[in-house]
C-alpha cells in the first residue's frame, strides 16, 4: 500500500510538470506563427479598429505570460473556454459579426465541443486496438515460439508489409473495395457504428506491425531465459511454461510499449484517419480547429492528449510493477 502511495505521488508531480510544459509550448506556438485568429472570427471585411478592440477584449493583446496564467487558471476550475469559430449549435461562425460585434457567449463551450466527440474517437480507438490484437497477438505469439522459423518469417513478413502501407493510401483502398465497389460497409462520416468500422481496420493496420515485432521478440527472449529451461528441468511442461510464466513474463515490455509508444500512435492515427472518412472525432474537430486557428479548442485537446498519456504511462508502469516485482519506477 506504501508502495503505491508513493508510485502515484511521485507520477502525478512529474505528469503535472509534463502537462504544463506541454500547454505551454503548444500554448506559445499559436501566438507566434504567422496570422491572426481575429481576421477569420470577424471576417476580412471587419476595419483594423475593431479587430483590435475585439483582440483586447479577448485578452489576446496581453503578455504572453499573462494569458497563459489566465489560461492555466481557468483550466484548474474546469474551464476550457469557448470556441473562437463555433457557435453554441456546432456550426462555424466564423467571418460573422453579432449585432452587437463578436459576443463570445454566443460560441460553445469547448468542453461541450469535446464531450460530443470524444466518444466517437474512443469507439474508433477500441475498435482498432481490438482487430489489431486480433492480428498481432496470434502472429507474435507463433512467431516468437517459433524463432528462425516459417512462423517468424510470416511475421516479419506481414509487420514489414502493414509498417510499408501509408493509412491514407489503405484507406482509400479499403472505400473502394468495401463500400464503393462492394456496398458491403459505409465510409464517410458517421450514421452508426457500421461507419466504425472501415477506419478501425486503417487504424489496425497502422498499430498491428509494431505489436507483432514487440510480442514475437518478447516472446523469444523469455524463452531463452534460464527460468524456462529450469522449469523443464524440473517436470513442468512445456505448456504450463509457456502458459504461465513465458507469456506472463514477455506481457512487460508489451505493456510499457503500449504506454510508451502505441497510446501516440493511436492518437496520430486518429486524426489522420477520422480526417480521412470526415469521422466526428477528436481528431477532425482538432484538424478543423487548426485550419480556423480557433486556439481553445487546440490547447484544450493538447493538454487533454497529454494528460492522457500521462496517466496511461503511470498506469501501465504500475501494472508492470504488479507484475514483475524486480521492477522499480
Known amino acids: 500500500m506504501a508502495f503505491a502511495i508513493e508510485f502515484f505521488l511521485r507520477r502525478i508531480s512529474q505528469g ?17 506563427v504567422p496570422g491572426d485568429p481575429m481576421r477569420i472570427i470577424l471576417g476580412p471585411m471587419a476595419s483594423q479598429t475593431t479587430l ?20 492555466v487558471g481557468e483550466v ?16 462555424s461562425t466564423g467571418g ?37 490484437l486480433l492480428v498481432a497477438v496470434p502472429i507474435g505469439i507463433a512467431a516468437g515460439l517459433n524463432a528462425g522459423r516459417w512462423p517468424d518469417k510470416i511475421g516479419l513478413y506481414t509487420s514489414s508489409l ?30 452508426g457504428f457500421e461507419y466504425t468500422i472501415i477506419p478501425a481496420i486503417v487504424l489496425a493496420v497502422e498499430l498491428s506491425p509494431v505489436m507483432i515485432r514487440a510480442i514475437s521478440v518478447s516472446v523469444a527472449q523469455n524463452l531463452g531465459e534460464t527460468f524456462y529451461s529450469v522449469g523443464l528441468v524440473r517436470g513442468i511442461s512445456r505448456r504450463d511454461m509457456i502458459g504461465k510464466h ?19 500512435m493511436l492518437l496520430g492515427g486518429l486524426f489522420v484517419v477520422e480526417y480521412i472518412f470526415s469521422y466526428p472525432g477528436i481528431g477532425m474537430l482538432t484538424i478543423n480547429a487548426v485550419f480556423q486557428r480557433d486556439f481553445p479548442i487546440i490547447q484544450a485537446v493538447a493538454i487533454l492528449a497529454s ?9 501501465v508502469d504500475f501494472a508492470s510493477t504488479l507484475i514483475d516485482r524486480r521492477l522499480k519506477f
Open 16 to 32: 503535472l510538470v509534463i502537462v504544463l510544459l506541454v500547454a505551454f509550448v503548444i500554448f506559445t506556438l499559436l501566438r507566434i
Open 52 to 71: 483590435e478592440e475585439t483582440a483586447k477584449e479577448l485578452g489576446l493583446r496581453d503578455p504572453m505570460l499573462i494569458q497563459f496564467g489566465r489560461f
Open 76 to 91: 484548474a476550475t474546469g474551464d476550457l473556454g469557448r470556441s473562437y469559430i463555433r457557435g453554441v449549435q456546432g456550426g
Open 96 to 132: 460573422s459579426q453579432d449585432a452587437d460585434g463578436f459576443d463570445p457567449e454566443s460560441r460553445a463551450s469547448v468542453a461541450g465541443l469535446i464531450a460530443n466527440a470524444l466518444p466517437y474517437s474512443l469507439m474508433l480507438a477500441g475498435l482498432g486496438i481490438a482487430f489489431a
Open 162 to 191: 502493414f509498417v510499408s502501407l501509408p493509412n491514407i493510401w489503405v484507406g482509400v483502398v479499403l472505400i473502394f473495395l468495401l463500400s464503393a465497389k462492394t456496398g458491403w460497409l459505409p465510409a464517410i462520416g458517421y450514421r
Open 246 to 264: 513465458v507469456l506472463r513474463n514477455a506481457a512487460v515490455p508489451l505493456m510499457n510499449l503500449f504506454g510508451a509508444q502505441m497510446i501516440g
Open 307 to 315: 494528460a492522457a498519456l500521462v496517466i496511461i504511462n503511470m498506469l
